[in-house]
């Protein structure tokens, strides 16, 4: 089993008008085959605690720590982070002019397990994993997220966690701008991934509906760069029901 583990973080960002700090101390212990939930208002810090797991430069850890099974994440660079086992679906994928989608799937395949897939074998596995995710195989031909629709662009992140088969993977708003179809077949999609693995899901969402598909195990509630509360599914169910606003008034008077 492996652990992620997250220690009193805290991080800021440059501006230009100074120095922000956004996360303020977050604690939080991700297994192997767990789901985590991260729920909260804009701004609350979400997706920066996303993007400094994955090694964004933009920001700056001030203290506290990420280790993975008690290896220290910090002291990698990104492309060791990815070796280690850390994945980031991203909430806005950017486009890779002149890349195809099947170089670069087997060129980020190569990099993280430090040789070449099986031809044979590998083509097997995307065509699989594409079927399961409803993609036309002339997708594969295709530059990466160039002319996608945000459906396109979100299968392509899961079609990479289902064939890189990381230890923890970060999905930041995977559901936002997705159909009630496309949402069905990317929450598939994940599942699958971690049926087949020990896969840890970090799942960074402001909606509910996605949990309908993707059980979580814990929900934390980020307020202010905080963990407001922490709990079940349940959690989860109250907050549909009820909003932020509690948290967000507890916030103000602090």
Same mark, same amino acid.
């Given at each position: 089993? =492996?652990?992620?583990? !997250?220690? @009193?973080?805290?991080?800021?960002?440059?501006?230009?008008? $100074?120095?922000?700090? !956004?996360?303020?101390?977050? %604690?939080?212990?991700?297994?192997?085959?767990?789901? *985590?939930?991260?729920?909260? /208002?804009?701004?609350?810090?979400? =997706?920066?605690?996303?993007?400094?797991?994955?090694? *964004?430069p933009k920001y700056t850890v001030d203290s506290?720590?990420?280790?993975? %099974?008690?290896?220290?994440?910090? +002291?990698?660079?990104?492309?060791?982070? #990815?070796? #280690?086992?850390?994945?980031?679906?991203?909430?806005?994928?950017?486009?890779?002019?002149?890349?195809?989608? =099947?170089?670069?799937?087997?060129?980020?395949?190569?990099?993280?397990?430090?040789?070449? /897939?099986?031809?044979?074998?590998?083509?097997?596995?995307?065509?699989?994993?594409? %079927?399961?995710?409803?993609?036309?195989?002339?997708?594969?031909?295709?530059?990466?997220?160039? $002319?996608?629709?945000? &459906?396109?662009?979100?299968?392509?992140? !899961?079609?990479?966690?289902?064939?890189?088969?990381?230890?923890?993977?970060?999905?930041?708003?995977? @559901?936002?701008?997705?159909?009630? @179809? #496309?949402?069905?077949?990317? =929450?598939?999609?994940?599942?699958?991934?971690? +049926?087949?693995?020990?896969?840890?899901?970090?799942?960074?969402? *402001?909606?509910?509906?996605?949990?309908?598909?993707?059980?979580? @195990? *814990?929900?934390?509630?980020?307020?202010? &760069?905080?963990?407001?509360?922490? &709990? &079940?599914?349940?959690?989860? %169910?109250?907050?549909?029901d009820e909003g932020y606003d509690r948290y967000?008034?507890?916030?103000?008077? #602090?």
């Amino acid at each position: 089993m =492996s652990v992620l583990e !997250i220690r @009193d973080l805290h991080v800021s960002v440059e501006t230009d008008q $100074g120095t922000k700090p !956004i996360l303020r101390g977050v %604690d939080l212990t991700l297994n192997s085959n767990e789901t *985590h939930a991260i729920m909260g /208002p804009n701004g609350s810090g979400k =997706s920066t605690l996303a993007y400094t797991i994955a090694g *964004h430069p933009k920001y700056t850890v001030d203290s506290g720590s990420i280790t993975l %099974d008690g290896e220290d994440v910090l +002291e990698m660079s990104v492309d060791e982070r #990815a070796r #280690a086992g850390l994945f980031l679906a991203m909430q806005y994928p950017v486009e890779i002019p002149g890349v195809t989608v =099947s170089n670069f799937l087997r060129t980020a395949k190569t990099a993280i397990d430090g040789e070449a /897939p099986a031809i044979r074998t590998w083509i097997k596995e995307v065509r699989t994993a594409m %079927d399961n995710l409803r993609m036309d195989k002339v997708f594969a031909e295709r530059n990466v997220n160039e $002319g996608f629709s945000g &459906g396109e662009k979100k299968r392509h992140e !899961i079609l990479q966690l289902e064939l890189l088969k990381p230890k923890f993977a970060v999905l930041d708003e995977t @559901d936002s701008g997705l159909d009630v @179809d #496309a949402l069905k077949i990317v =929450s598939e999609g994940v599942n699958r991934a971690q +049926e087949n693995t020990d896969l840890g899901v970090l799942l960074i969402t *402001h909606y509910t509906r996605i949990l309908r598909y993707i059980k979580p @195990d *814990h929900v934390h509630v980020f307020v202010n &760069g905080k963990v407001a509360e922490q &709990g &079940g599914p349940e959690l989860a %169910d109250r907050l549909e029901d009820e909003g932020y606003d509690r948290y967000l008034q507890t916030a103000d008077q #602090a």
